[in-house]
């Protein structure tokens, strides 16, 4: 196995928020407060170390959960850089704030997602 090439990792995440999309056009329905339980998908690119690991998930959920508690349970709007919650600016969010994330997914419901990657 060489140790040049690049391994991609994920590991999926949950947490419960409400919001509202107050740049939407009066009378849609999002700019009313709502929630959903967010799926989050973090994707981490690296080489193998010598533990056979890109990284340890225990370490992704010591690195990343801090991170999502942050929004767990929270009204998104409150919290800064998120005062327009949608699905793509919440995973702009993230990624920002994951260290040697290479893509954040992040699933409103079973059939709407936003992506970024580096």
């Given at each position: 196995?060489?140790?040049?090439?690049?391994?991609?990792?994920?590991?999926?995440?949950?947490?419960?928020?409400?919001?509202?999309?107050?740049?939407?056009?009066?009378?849609?329905?999002?700019?009313?407060?709502?929630?959903?339980?967010?799926r989050?998908?973090?994707?981490?690119?690296?080489t193998?170390?010598?533990?056979?690991?890109?990284?340890?998930?225990?370490?992704?959920?010591?690195?990343?959960?801090?991170?999502?508690?942050?929004?767990?349970?929270?009204?998104l709007?409150?919290?800064?850089?998120?005062?327009?919650?949608?699905?793509?600016?919440?995973?702009?969010?993230?990624?920002?704030?994951?260290?040697?994330?290479?893509?954040?997914?992040?699933?409103?419901?079973?059939?709407?997602?936003?992506?970024?990657?580096?």
């Open positions: 196995m060489t140790n040049t090439a690049y391994t991609r990792i994920g590991r999926s995440y949950s947490f419960e928020s409400a919001h509202f999309l107050p740049k939407v056009p009066q009378g849609h329905r999002c700019r009313n407060l709502h929630g959903h339980t967010y989050v998908d973090v994707v981490i690119k690296g193998i170390d010598l533990r056979g690991f890109v990284k340890d998930f225990a370490e992704m959920d010591e690195q990343i959960q801090p991170i999502l508690n942050q929004i767990d349970h929270r009204l709007n409150e919290v800064q850089g998120l005062e327009n919650p949608t699905a793509e600016i919440i995973a702009h969010w993230l990624l920002e704030r994951i260290a040697n994330c290479e893509t954040v997914r992040v699933w409103e419901n079973d059939n709407c997602w936003a992506e970024v990657s580096r």
